[in-house]
């Protein structure tokens, strides 16, 4: 919580290039709707990757480990107005960022109310939030499990929260191999 929230300030902040992947063509619609998204929030985005899924429209969404808000805002433009997105982190300051600016959102979106909220919270334990069982057509994570310490109970809670025929889209890091002690000791590695 501490690198992540006070440490990290923007993304070129970050002291490892563990969460950082080369470029690749996104579709003109994730391209526009990235353009949209507020600078501060851009800024303050320490993920790895970015799983859009195709057919969003009217869909509830949860984003595990959202951060500043970045893939919640531009998944709020792909869901449209009578979608759904729900953003939840640990870290307080990561989510100030993410609520400071969903009026402005809206209003770049020509949304008559907010289709996105922010929650602080633990992905190992969605029900301490008020998320209720089968709520959400598609659950996201970027970047983020892999920090979780009892990852078993993030999957698990993916599942209980995802409606039936549900899907989870992640990207993250992944050793393939043990980790040392020193490394899981790290505090900016782990």
């Given at each position: 919580q501490d690198y992540y929230?006070?440490?990290?300030?923007?993304?070129?902040?970050?002291?490892?290039?563990?969460?950082?992947?080369?470029?690749?063509?996104?579709?003109?619609?994730?391209?526009?709707?990235?353009e949209r998204v507020h600078e501060e929030v851009v800024a303050r985005y320490y993920g790895c990757g970015l799983v859009i899924p195709e057919c969003l429209a009217s869909c509830r969404i949860l984003d595990l480990g959202s951060g500043s808000g970045r893939d919640c805002y531009l998944l709020s433009q792909l869901v449209g107005e009578w979608g759904h997105v729900t953003g939840i982190?640990?870290?307080?300051?990561?989510?100030?960022?993410?609520?400071?600016?969903?009026?402005?959102?809206?209003?770049?979106?020509g949304y008559q109310k907010p289709n996105v909220e922010f929650l602080q919270?633990?992905?190992?334990?969605?029900?301490?939030?008020?998320?209720?069982?089968?709520?959400?057509?598609?659950?996201?994570?970027?970047?983020?499990?892999?920090?979780?310490?009892?990852?078993?109970?993030?999957?698990?809670?993916?599942?209980?929260?995802?409606?039936?025929?549900?899907?989870?889209?992640?990207s993250d890091v992944y050793a393939s191999q043990r980790l040392s002690e020193t490394i899981r000791k790290h505090s900016v590695l782990w």
């Amino acid at each position: 919580q501490d690198y992540y929230g006070k440490e990290l300030q923007k993304s070129e902040d970050l002291k490892t290039n563990a969460c950082v992947t080369s470029a690749r063509h996104l579709p003109k619609v994730v391209r526009e709707a990235l353009e949209r998204v507020h600078e501060e929030v851009v800024a303050r985005y320490y993920g790895c990757g970015l799983v859009i899924p195709e057919c969003l429209a009217s869909c509830r969404i949860l984003d595990l480990g959202s951060g500043s808000g970045r893939d919640c805002y531009l998944l709020s433009q792909l869901v449209g107005e009578w979608g759904h997105v729900t953003g939840i982190d640990m870290t307080k300051s990561q989510v100030e960022v993410a609520k400071k600016h969903v009026a402005y959102h809206m209003d770049k979106f020509g949304y008559q109310k907010p289709n996105v909220e922010f929650l602080q919270g633990y992905m190992e334990k969605l029900g301490d939030a008020g998320l209720a069982d089968e709520s959400y057509d598609i659950v996201i994570s970027n970047c983020v499990i892999n920090l979780a310490p009892d990852k078993r109970a993030v999957l698990q809670e993916a599942y209980r929260v995802l409606k039936p025929g549900g899907e989870m889209y992640f990207s993250d890091v992944y050793a393939s191999q043990r980790l040392s002690e020193t490394i899981r000791k790290h505090s900016v590695l782990w």
